[in-house]
C-alpha cells in the first residue's frame, strides 16, 4: 500500500546496535501497529497506537519501543539489536476499527 | 489450515478451478474476522471481511464463510487465477478496541 511507506526497506546491522524503522502514512489513519513476521509464524504485534497520545504493548514488546511523532508518523526502535530479532517488520494503519492497510515491509537482519 | 512451526500449510489448486483456504480461530469472544493475502515481497492485502452476526459474506470471487459454532472460517475463491498465488492469512478481533490477532497463514500455489 503506497500510502503507508516504510523506511529503510532492508537494513543489515550488528548485534547490540540501536536501529530504528520508520512508518509514515498519508491515509489520515488515526491508529498505526508494528507487527514482527517470522517464517511460518504469521504476523504478531509488537506495539500500536490509537493516537499520537496513546500507546499499547503488543504481543512481543520485550526488546522494542516506539514513539508517535505525529498522526502519521510511528517509529520502531530495538535499543539494543541481538540476532533473534532478525525478521521481517510490517507498519499497518487504520481508521478507527476498520481493517489495517499494511506497507511493505522492512526486512532486517542483524549479525 | 493453520500452521505449526516453521511450515506453512500449502494448497494447490489447478487454474480455474475452485480454491477453499480454511481457519480454525480460538476466541470464541471474536466478533469480527478478516482474510489478507500476501504477495512476495509486498505487505498483507485486505480481501474481505464479516462480522460474527453474519455466516457469509460475498466479494468479487471470493466468499468468506463463518461457523461460530465450531470456531471455523474459511476463504473460497472462484475459478483461481495464477494472480492469486500467495499466502492467505485469516485474522480475529474479540471487539473494537483489541487488536487484530493473525494466523499463521496458508500458501496457496496455482498450477497453470
Known amino acids: 500500500d503506497a500510502d503507508v511507506t516504510q523506511t529503510p526497506r532492508n537494513r543489515i546491522t550488528k548485534t547490540g546496535k540501536r536501529i530504528m524503522l520508520e512508518c509514515s502514512q498519508t491515509?489520515?489513519?488515526?491508529?498505526m501497529y508494528w507487527y514482527r513476521q517470522d517464517p511460518g509464524l504469521g504476523l504478531r504485534l509488537i506495539y500500536y497506537?490509537?493516537?499520537?497520545?496513546?500507546?499499547n504493548k503488543g504481543e512481543i514488546s520485550d526488546g522494542y519501543s516506539v514513539s508517535r511523532q505525529a498522526q502519521a508518523k510511528f517509529s520502531l526502535s530495538l535499543e539494543s539489536a541481538i540476532p533473534n530479532q532478525t525478521a521481517l517488520y510490517f507498519c499497518?494503519?487504520?481508521?478507527?476499527?476498520?481493517?489495517?492497510?499494511f506497507g511493505d515491509g522492512t526486512r532486517l537482519s542483524i549479525l | 489450515g493453520e500452521s505449526v512451526g516453521l511450515h506453512l500449510p500449502t494448497l494447490s489448486v489447478q487454474e480455474g478451478d475452485n480454491s477453499i483456504i480454511n481457519c480454525a480461530y480460538s476466541?470464541?469472544?471474536?466478533?469480527?474476522f478478516i482474510w489478507y493475502k500476501q504477495e512476495s515481497g509486498k505487505g498483507p492485502q485486505f480481501i474481505i471481511d464479516?462480522?460474527?452476526?453474519?455466516d457469509k459474506r460475498q466479494g468479487q470471487r471470493v466468499t468468506v464463510l463463518l461457523n461460530k459454532t465450531v470456531k471455523h472460517l474459511s476463504l473460497q475463491i472462484a475459478a483461481t487465477q495464477p494472480g492469486d498465488s500467495a499466502v492467505y492469512f485469516c485474522?480475529?478481533?474479540?471487539?473494537?478496541?483489541?487488536?487484530?490477532?493473525f494466523g499463521k497463514g496458508t500458501r496457496l500455489s496455482v498450477i497453470a
Open positions: 476466541n470464541s469472544a471474536s466478533d469480527y
Open positions: 485474522a480475529e478481533r474479540a471487539w473494537g478496541n483489541t487488536p487484530l490477532v
Open positions: 491515509k489520515g489513519h488515526d491508529r
Open positions: 497506537s490509537f493516537d499520537v497520545k496513546d500507546i
Open positions: 499497518a494503519t487504520s481508521f478507527e476499527d476498520q481493517p489495517q492497510h
Open positions: 464479516i462480522r460474527s452476526n453474519m
